[in-house]
């Protein structure tokens, strides 16, 4: 049932080392239906009730809406299906529904990836929306548009010809362009994207790919070499994080055994109802999942600081709705106490900064499981981080781009778009971020559900370069160039390659959508609140998990609100 590509990534049918290809195309929802069952065999823990995983009922047109071979929209259906069932396990535990039907809609999973542009203030939508007076500015130097600035994060290629290297500017990209050489009086003169790609391309010359890896490693930035799917495999990181399941969590069993966590007694009918989750999380990632979990029911505290960047464009979309946003200082005694009492108080907490960075500030694992054990009560720790839990390169710093790169998702792309091979061109939306999203929340209520029955307190681990080597896994398959080719005539999406930058990329997919097909119309797919903080009429992707009983689907109650909005509280729901 697969063509497997070529060693030289050079063959028609594949795409590239490590490659498996679909002989025949299979409709989406049918699609997703033999990906759950596959999903579901490989990960420990997850229910064997064919009633549950049967009665998914996943509906949506037959051809994906995401540009590309590899099945996004597909495995982000299905994840949101497997958040459903779990969440049904939940409800049964309480005693509120004996159903076993979720419904996940693939149209609305392929509108997923793209949730942080998938926003209408008042009739403003696309990149107008950072220019509203409502939305404040987190990062000065993208609201600046350098050029230079936004193709700090691309793609290129080192002097060894062939290999090229994912960049990626981070949250200071004036001092990552400084340690290629690039000053900011450079700002001045180079005013096109062109010329600034044309620019740092000269200077990424200049280092052989494993020179440029290890600068940006001294230097305390992220970065990768562009892998294929195979290469990645090939090395020791590769194989270390292929060791753990994509839905990787356990019950920490060297910590003393607390009873099972009773079970709410709410009104609220989602299944995370009286569940309290610490947000601790920047970009986009860590934050999805904390949205997932709050229209699930979950009272979500989210913990910035103000005197940090952040992502502004998640503001006003659905990454923020639901949740409780405050300002904190980890450098104040006041403040890091407030945060330790939210500890204190948490079911969940979800980290998603540099691996064991938040340990070495008194609130890591250890810590967390300390204060349940002094409670009496477990709790759940979820690591959220780019390369996983363990290996050489788990506590490096690392963002989707540099995901893709790393687990062969860009090469993928550059092989499909008919580059040479070994030249990368990044995905068309941050899809390894938000599924990733969905995978962490994915992982948090499965503990949820363990905590229930088994009692005990558990850590999980989910990683963006993992996630995307469960989407290029052989098991998996891409589609095959023809279906590439009817998804780009039905579209006609924009092209782009490896100079591309992600926010202007995913507003030209939004672009094609709206022209293309009417599902961008779909108010189904989409909730808009009044009155929100932003502006009078706030339009953003809904939910995604919907169950026959209304009252227990995922919803928000409370529209996005900005980074640091609220003041200090604790939580408010019964424990």
Same mark, same amino acid.
């Given at each position: 049932m697969e063509v497997t590509g070529s060693p030289s990534g050079s063959d028609e049918a594949g795409y590239g080392p490590g490659t498996s290809v679909d002989t025949s195309f299979t409709p989406v929802p049918e699609e997703c239906r033999r990906l759950l069952r596959l999903f579901a065999e490989k990960t420990p823990g997850f229910t064997k009730n064919d009633a549950l995983i049967n009665g998914v009922q996943f509906e949506g047109d037959d051809l994906p809406i995401i540009p590309g071979p590899i099945k996004s929209q597909a495995i982000t259906a299905v994840l949101h299906a497997m958040v459903g069932i779990v969440g049904l396990e939940i409800l049964q535990l309480r005693g509120l529904t004996t159903s076993t039907t979720t419904h996940v809609n693939t149209d609305h999973s392929g509108l997923y990836p793209a949730? *942080?542009?998938?926003?209408?203030?008042?009739?403003?939508?696309?990149? @107008?929306?950072?220019?509203?007076?409502?939305?404040p500015q987190w990062d000065k130097d993208r609201q600046s548009n350098s *050029?230079?600035?936004?193709?700090?994060?691309?793609?290129?290629?080192? @002097?060894?010809?062939g290999t090229w290297f994912q960049l990626h500017g981070s949250l200071d990209p004036w001092k990552l362009l400084g340690v290629i050489g690039i000053t900011k009086d450079k700002d001045a003169e180079i005013r096109t994207n062109d010329a600034a790609y044309a620019l740092i391309q000269e200077r990424v010359r200049t280092y052989r790919a494993r020179e440029i890896e290890q600068l940006m490693v001294e230097r305390g930035f992220s970065g990768s070499i562009v892998y294929s799917p195979k290469g990645w495999r090939d090395t020791e990181m590769g194989q270390r994080l292929a060791r753990h399941p994509l839905i990787n969590y356990a019950q920490q069993t060297y910590c003393p055994a607390l009873p099972p966590a009773q079970l709410p007694k709410s009104e609220d009918k989602r299944p995370l109802a009286g569940i309290k989750v610490v947000e601790l999380a920047r970009i986009i990632a860590g934050t999805a999942a904390g949205a997932l979990l709050a229209s699930m029911g979950a009272e979500v505290i989210r913990v910035n600081s103000s005197k940090l960047k952040d992502y502004t464009p998640a503001q006003p979309s659905s990454l923020m709705a639901g949740k409780t946003t405050i300002d904190l200082d980890l450098n104040d005694p006041a403040d890091h106490a407030r945060l330790m009492q939210l500890f204190e108080e948490a079911d969940v907490i979800l980290q998603g900064y540099r691996l064991r960075s938040l340990e070495r500030r008194g609130f890591g694992l250890h810590a967390a499981l300390e204060l349940a054990n002094k409670r009496g009560k477990g709790i759940i720790y979820v690591d959220e981080n780019c390369y996983g839990p363990d290996g050489c390169y788990a506590e490096r710093p690392g963002w989707q781009q540099v995901a893709d790169a790393a687990a062969g998702s860009s090469y993928v792309m550059g092989q499909s778009f008919g580059c040479p091979a070994g030249q990368g061109v990044l995905p068309s939306l941050p899809i390894s971020d938000m599924s990733t999203g969905a995978l962490t929340a994915l992982t948090a209520m499965c503990a949820v559900r363990d905590r229930y029955v088994k009692g005990g307190s558990y850590h999980g681990h989910c990683a963006l370069t993992g996630y995307d080597m469960a989407t290029l896994n052989p098991d998996v398959r891409l589609y095959s160039r023809d279906v590439v080719q009817r998804i780009q005539d039905k579209y006609q999406f924009a092209p782009w390659s490896s100079d591309a930058h992600v926010a202007p990329l995913y507003y030209s997919i939004l672009e094609s959508w709206e022209r293309a097909d009417s599902f961008m119309k779909n108010e189904d797919f989409f909730v808009t609140f009044s009155d929100s903080v932003f502006g009078s009429k706030l339009r953003v992707l809904a939910p995604i998990v919907r169950y026959t009983d209304q009252e227990s689907s995922a919803r928000w109650t409370s529209p996005p609100v900005p980074f640091c909005h609220h003041k200090y509280r604790s939580f408010s729901s019964p424990s």
């Open positions: 949730t *942080p542009a998938l926003v209408t203030v008042d009739g403003t939508k696309g990149s @107008a929306i950072l220019n509203l007076p409502t939305v *050029p230079l600035v936004y193709r700090a994060t691309a793609i290129y290629e080192t @002097a060894d010809k």
